[in-house]
């Protein structure tokens, strides 16, 4: 039973984008009644990142993907974003806890914290990326997020800030939250991808 929901939640992951301009909002506790268990088999996700739809006139407009790989044991990221001036140096991204983007970016909520944590310790505190020629272009491994279970962040959002991120170091409640990080300028939900996917642009 528990595999039959689970091909029919992926299944509608991957329909309802194709008969809708908006992205797409799953509710708060659907890992749990999706049936969603950790696997020992690779699974794959897509982040379409794409300039918040607030956006102030002189914020960058900000495009481009991320992925994400998980197998057994290992967790991988692959951040590709273009769009920025060339004067910037550096800006965060983290996973928030929603995947709702009908008012823009501001729709995500905070943080992912599924643990109760401190900023910079959430699951999906990216943190300060380099930025060079306009780019980010960036492989990590060893992330804290999950694309399994009832912690999984299928179906959250990855969202991209205008500031730098203190990494909790600023004195201040906002600092423990969300390292002052700024405004949301760009953003996108994650949704389940396949390995053809990864391993033609982000092999590990």
């Not at 197998?71 to 692959?78: I, L, N, Q, S």
């Not at 409640?173 to 405004?183: C, V």
Request: proline content about 6%.
């Amino acid at each position: 039973m528990k595999s039959s929901v689970l091909r029919i939640s992926l299944l509608l992951q991957a329909l309802v984008p194709l008969f809708a301009e908006e992205e797409v909002y799953f509710p708060d506790n659907w890992h749990q009644w999706t049936g969603f268990q950790d696997s020992q088999a690779p699974r794959y996700a897509v982040c379409r990142v794409k300039p918040n739809n607030t956006l102030e006139a002189e914020q960058p407009s900000v495009h481009g993907f991320i992925l994400f790989k998980q197998v057994p044991g290992k967790k991988f990221g692959y951040f590709k974003l273009q769009g920025f001036p060339a004067s910037s140096s550096k800006h965060p991204m983290h996973v928030h806890e929603l995947g709702f983007l009908c008012d823009g970016c501001v729709s995500t909520g905070g943080h992912y914290n599924p643990f109760g944590t401190s900023h910079p310790n959430h699951p999906g505190d990216f943190n300060n990326f380099e930025i060079t020629g306009g780019t980010i272009t960036k492989r990590l491994t060893g992330l804290k997020v999950t694309l399994f279970g009832i912690n999984s962040i299928l179906s959250r959002s990855v969202v991209l800030h205008n500031g730098v991120d203190d990494l909790g170091q600023g004195g201040d409640s906002g600092s423990l939250q969300h390292g002052n990080s700024g405004k949301p300028i760009a953003c996108g939900v994650i949704r389940v991808s396949n390995a053809q996917f990864w391993n033609s642009i982000a092999t590990m």
